[in-house]
């Protein structure tokens, strides 16, 4: 199971920790969801789901607010007992002694945010959904070619890396290369990531490592991208026949996601930083509504039937 370590968390969302001397560094979140304990403070604890992060709001916090000091001690402590990874207190709200000292005795870390409820849940699921993704790792180059996120695959050696620098030397940008990380944030979205050891890296054979984003500027590299278009490398076979229209899309999985795919046979002479660019910019085209393919053939089709018209007049 995917977990994502408490103390990333706290750093990625800028949470005001009101518990030091809790130790953080063992917890870690296995739920993207988050929960707002508003039944639990009213003592409902059935399908009560602890392995969330939990969230009081405002309604949460002026419903404690106005409870009594026994239905506080019997709530807090019932809640506390639960091995939850961390409560949140939004807008800036301070929890009353009662709820501190109830923490103190089971250990749970307790953090304070000045975001709004609703602004910070979003923002937190949406990073914890990415984070706790299903997460494969692939051989390929990942490159951001007007913003259509390509993955270059191949056999090693055919030239995935040459072809990335040569996008990146046209002003596109390096996600990773050797290794990309795949994750699953839903079922349209893949989304591709660098290792941390190797990031912003690229290995060229015969020169040895290159740090892309000292050569060639911050602007040349960027963390994520979705993956939208695979391109595919392979070495040229002359008995094969290969695909020059184009009228029916092929496609490859990763994670059950069915991705977009061009096997481009490698030559000589072939610029393949060219040929990746115009690739992820038919690609737009397609998702935009046009596509060359099909218009070619319906001007052949309507071609074909006034030529068909002409000789029936004669």
Request: contains cysteine; negative net charge; proline residues 3%.
């Amino acid at each position: 199971m995917e977990s994502v370590k408490l103390t990333k968390f706290i750093e990625k969302m800028k949470l005001i920790n009101l518990t030091p001397d809790i130790e953080v560094k063992g917890i870690k979140i296995t739920q993207s969801d988050i929960n707002r304990p508003a039944l639990q403070m009213t003592g409902y604890f059935e399908h009560f789901d602890s392995t969330r992060v939990q969230l009081i709001g405002m309604v949460e916090y002026t419903y404690m607010e106005g409870m009594s000091e026994e239905e506080k001690r019997v709530n807090y402590d019932k809640l506390m007992s639960y091995d939850i990874p961390c409560i949140i207190f939004s807008r800036d709200h301070q929890p009353d002694e009662l709820f501190m000292e109830t923490a103190r005795k089971y250990r749970r870390p307790i953090f304070s945010t000045p975001k709004a409820t609703s602004a910070f849940m979003a923002e937190a699921i949406r990073w914890l959904n990415v984070e706790l993704a299903p997460c494969i790792s692939v051989h390929g180059v990942l490159v951001d070619v007007f913003g259509e996120g390509v993955l270059i695959t191949g056999e090693s050696g055919i030239g995935k890396s040459e072809a990335a620098l040569e996008l990146i030397k046209r002003g596109h940008r390096l996600v990773t290369d050797d290794a990309v990380e795949l994750r699953k944030v839903s079922d349209e979205t893949l989304v591709g990531r660098a290792p941390d050891i190797t990031k912003h890296f690229i290995e060229l054979r015969g020169i040895g490592i290159v740090d892309v984003k000292a050569l060639f500027g911050a602007s040349s590299v960027r963390d994520t991208a979705s993956i939208d278009l695979v391109i595919r490398l392979e070495e040229w076979d002359k008995d094969k026949e290969y695909d020059r229209l184009g009228l029916e899309e092929e496609y490859t999985e990763y994670l059950g996601n069915k991705i977009v795919c061009h096997t481009l046979p490698i030559r000589p002479g072939r610029n393949l930083a060219v040929i990746c660019e115009s690739a992820a910019v038919n690609h737009r085209q397609k998702k935009m509504g046009y596509n060359a393919a099909q218009e070619l053939y319906a001007r052949v089709q309507k071609n074909l039937a006034k030529k068909r018209e002409e000789e029936e007049d004669e």
